[in-house]
């Protein structure tokens, strides 16, 4: 079975700053998909960035951004210009033959 | 605004007494799910309907039932809940599989006494 591995439970940054999450899955398929889920305090859960595997390319989504490695099956997740919105737990996902949440990063950012 | 909703937002039960909650979704989505989270934790897919067709995961104790009847609601049945059922239960929709963006409601807490 696949696995997600987030190996930072928790993360501060400094408002205006740029802070890097890391991911870390398993696999042993060449075709998958990952994703970054925020779910900010009381409030419920959305997509920050989606990457399809077989996309050469990093996905941006405004002020965020992937690191894709598959090679190194690493998926972290850049933010730049940190604002206090952004201050939430972040999931990082998988779905190849299963869909499978990582243990999640929780994001402080500091005014 | 197209969302989904879940209700109740809190919910107490008592330990054995069958609880219901509801999803509904005016996204149209083919897909619903269930998923349990607790504190501090990722949440766990329970089950999923693509369409009518109803997929259950390996782990998910037979405890939780679930029943689609139309395209826009989806209900979680907990037959007789104990104190380690208590979390928070996400619903969630999607337009095709797994592989598409998953919309969540803002979840149901349940409480169990």
């Known amino acids: 079975a696949q696995t997600v591995t987030q190996s930072q439970p928790e993360m501060s940054v400094q408002e205006a700053e740029t802070v890097t999450l890391s991911c870390t899955y398993d696999t042993s398929e060449s075709d998958y998909y990952l994703f970054w889920y925020k779910q900010p305090p009381s409030r419920q859960m959305i997509l920050v960035i989606r990457?399809?595997?077989?996309?050469?390319q990093n996905a941006t989504e405004n002020r965020f951004s992937v690191n894709f490695q598959k090679a190194a099956k690493s998926f972290s997740l850049k933010i730049s210009d940190s604002q206090l919105g952004d201050a939430a737990m972040y999931f990082c996902a998988y779905y190849g033959q299963n869909f499978v949440f990582g243990p999640g990063t929780r994001l402080s950012v500091l005014p | 605004d197209a969302m989904v909703i879940q209700n109740p937002r809190y919910q107490v039960t008592q330990f054995g007494k069958p609880v219901t909650l509801s999803c509904s979704q005016t996204l149209n989505h083919n897909v619903m799910y269930w998923y349990q989270q607790k504190s501090s934790q990722a949440p766990k897919l329970l089950f999923h309907?693509?369409?009518?067709?109803?997929?259950n995961e390996a782990d998910t104790p037979d405890n939780f039932q679930s029943r689609r009847p139309n395209t826009s609601f989806c209900f979680l049945d907990i037959r007789s809940p104990g104190l380690g059922d208590a979390a928070m239960y996400l619903c969630?929709?999607?337009?095709?599989?797994?592989?598409?963006?998953?919309?969540f409601g803002p979840g149901t807490r349940l409480l169990v006494l």
């Open positions: 309907y693509y369409d009518k067709d109803f997929n």
């Open positions: 969630a929709t999607s337009r095709g599989g797994y592989e598409e963006t998953q919309y």
């Open positions: 990457q399809e595997a077989y996309k050469q």
